[in-house]
Nanobody
């Protein structure tokens, strides 16, 4: 079993940056891949980015390419999402989750989930 705790969300203005963290405990951290999803009221959860267990491979959805960077520090059991040039449409609850198939963006392929952290971007 894996426990995930997100942090780093907040209220920022358009164009600002935030770095989200996802701290994990339980199974050996490098043994699983991880991803970030986000959800807004009335919309389905949507894939943001994912990263392999070693951190050598990553995947992004089109609307964050060039603005967001996913990374992980296996020594600290923590994954990150650096978000630059934030836009109001990035407002959502961001959650991290574990997977063994990071190349897929379907939420159903993710196993353990954190509670999420709220990101609000004002215009």
């Amino acid at each position: 079993q894996v426990q995930l705790v997100e942090s780093g969300g907040g209220l920022v203005q358009a164009g600002d940056s935030l770095r989200l963290s996802c701290a994990a405990s339980g199974r050996a951290f490098s043994s699983y891949a991880l991803g970030w999803f986000r959800r807004t009221p009335g919309k389905e959860r949507e894939f943001v980015a994912s990263i392999s267990g070693t951190g050598s491979n990553s995947w992004y959805t089109n609307f964050v390419k060039g603005r967001f960077t996913i990374s992980r520090d296996n020594a600290k059991n923590t994954m990150y999402l650096q978000m630059n040039n934030l836009k109001p449409e990035d407002t959502a609850i961001y959650s991290c989750a574990t997977t063994h198939t990071p190349q897929y963006s379907l939420a159903g392929r993710y196993d353990y989930w954190g509670q999420g952290t709220q990101v609000t971007v004002s215009s």
